[in-house]
Nanobody, 115 residues
Framework: QVQLVESGGGLVQPGGSLRLSCAAS????????MTWHRQAPGKERELVAG???????DYVGSAKGRFTISRDNGKKMVYLQMNSLKPEDTAIYSC?????????WGQGTQVTVSS
C-alpha cells in the first residue's frame, strides 16, 4: 500500500531554513508526480510545490523563489528546501501523490516559524 512518511519539521526563527523529507513506498515512485502541501490551523490544505518524475518543478504562491522541491528516485525520497521562512509559513507540511485515482498524503510534519 502507498505510504508517505515526512520528517524534518521543527521550530525555526523568521528568516531561517528547514529541509523536509518524505519517504515513499508502495508504488512505482519514479514515474509519479509528487507534491508538497501544507495546512495551517483553521485553513484548508493547500498545494505548495510539485515535481515530475523527470525533475520538472512547479511552485504555488509564496513558495516561488523561497522553496525548492527535489527528489531522489533511487531512494524514493522527495524533499522540500524552505528558505527565508516567515511566520505565515507555519503549518503541517505533507507530501502527496495521486495514485490509481486516489490522493494519498502522509501524516505530515509540523513547521513553526516564530521568534
Amino acid at each position: 500500500q502507498v505510504q508517505l512518511v515526512e520528517s524534518g519539521g521543527g521550530l525555526v526563527q523568521p528568516g531561517g531554513s528547514l529541509r523536509l523529507s518524505c519517504a515513499a513506498s508502495g508504488f512505482n515512485f519514479s514515474v509519479y508526480y509528487m507534491t508538497w502541501h501544507r495546512q495551517a490551523p483553521g485553513k484548508e490544505r493547500e498545494l505548495v510545490a510539485g515535481i515530475t518524475g523527470a525533475g520538472d518543478t512547479d511552485y504555488v504562491g509564496s513558495a516561488k523563489g523561497r522553496f525548492t522541491i527535489s527528489r531522489d528516485n533511487g531512494k524514493k525520497m522527495v524533499y522540500l528546501q524552505m528558505n527565508s521562512l516567515k511566520p505565515e509559513d507555519t503549518a503541517i507540511y505533507s507530501c502527496g501523490v495521486f495514485f490509481r485515482n486516489s490522493g494519498y498524503w502522509g501524516q505530515g510534519t509540523q513547521v513553526t516559524v516564530s521568534s
